[in-house]
């Protein structure tokens, strides 16, 4: 019985200490690469570049701005446009309240990041889990904004459950327990079948792997993680009765063949509640068309700063 409970203890250490030296390593490889700006109590994290109208590139789950930084469409904007792209609250080096936060806190939160670096009348982009960003923001600060985009944005609730790990994640002992024995080491292992997944049909360019994807198994990220994803669906169902209202021009770019947002659960649905909307789709493709097509998606959004430069 002792020796069992020695190598329960050991193996506990072992997984530990994988977690830990693990974002040792990962946040010394990869420092914060922008600027902090203090929001309430918060400091927000983002990096920006070129000049003109704003254009703001929110992430997703399962990430941090350099999703967007190291997508072939940040410097194609970039020339055109003044980019920003902020790590939400919880990722990548931008703190998060100790409360429960909503999307809609979120894009409260964006709206003083904006008017604090001076970025007024901004076109927002949100990709997949911060579609739901986007359109809080079009809903609660209409004067504010230009456009909205949103690339296979997660907008509406869905029927399958939340997966059970975001669940566990939320959970006073468990989401610990996980965040920092064993999500990194089984993260790990399943990071190149997950990351083929979100591209199927396709295959992710050579240059996917540059990304420090790492970065998201830190516990800090996981709670994030887990608490977004669960709030995520009560959050939708409340909020999609609202579409109707949104007045700003939207372009909503759709993969047909999405297997983490649903196209017609999300994308189609949402092109039918809101009049000033225009819907892309894009055969073949899977989820993260900022990297997959990027000429299409960079086109898409320069065409909304196009209408937009000729409004004002």
């Known amino acids: 019985m002792t020796w ?17 030296v693990r974002v040792y390593l990962i946040e010394n490889e990869f ?19 070129g000049k003109g109208v704003p254009i703001v590139l929110l992430h997703g789950v399962s990430s941090t701005l350099q999703d967007f930084t190291y997508s072939p469409i940040f410097e194609d904007l970039s020339k ?8 939400r609250p919880g990722y990548g080096y931008s703190e998060r309240p100790q409360r ?49 985009v949103f690339i296979n944005g997660a907008t509406y609730p869905w029927p399958t459950p939340i997966d059970w790990i975001y669940q566990a994640g939320v959970k006073p002992l468990l989401g610990p327990a996980i965040a ?20 199927w049909p396709g295959s992710p360019p050579k240059n996917y792997k540059k990304i420090p994807i790492e970065l998201i198994f830190r516990p800090t990220q996981f709670y994030a993680n887990a608490e977004d994803m669960v709030v995520l669906k009560p959050f939708l169902a409340k909020q999609s009765k609202s579409y109707s209202k949104i007045k700003a021009p939207v372009s909503i770019i759709a993969s047909e063949n999405d297997l983490i947002v649903s196209p017609t659960i999300h994308s189609k649905a949402l092109n039918e509640a809101v009049a000033n909307s225009k819907l892309i789709s894009i055969p073949n493709a899977g989820h993260p068309l900022h990297h997959s097509h990027p000429d299409e998606v960079a086109k898409i959004i320069l065409d909304m700063l196009g209408s937009v430069t000729k409004r004002s």
């Not at 055109?80 to 790590?87: G, L, S, Y």
């Not at 920092?180 to 591209?199: M, Q, R, T, W």
């Open 4 to 20: 069992f409970l020695s190598a329960i203890f050991f193996l506990l250490f072992c997984l530990l200490g994988f977690t830990h």
């Open 80 to 87: 055109k446009a003044r980019v920003i792209v902020p790590d």
């Open 180 to 199: 920092n024995f064993l999500f990194a080491p089984i993260g790990s292992l399943v990071l190149d079948k997950n990351i083929e997944e979100v591209f």
């Open 100 to 148: 429960v936060i909503s999307p809609s806190d979120q894009a409260a939160l964006l709206e003083k990041l904006l008017n604090q670096i001076g970025a007024k009348n901004p076109i927002v982009v949100g990709f997949s889990w911060s579609g739901s960003i986007a359109a809080a923001y079009g809903l609660e600060f209409p004067d504010s904004i230009s456009g909205l």
């Open 31 to 49: 420092p914060p690469a922008g600027r902090f700006v203090q929001i309430d109590d918060l400091k927000i994290h983002y990096v920006e570049k």
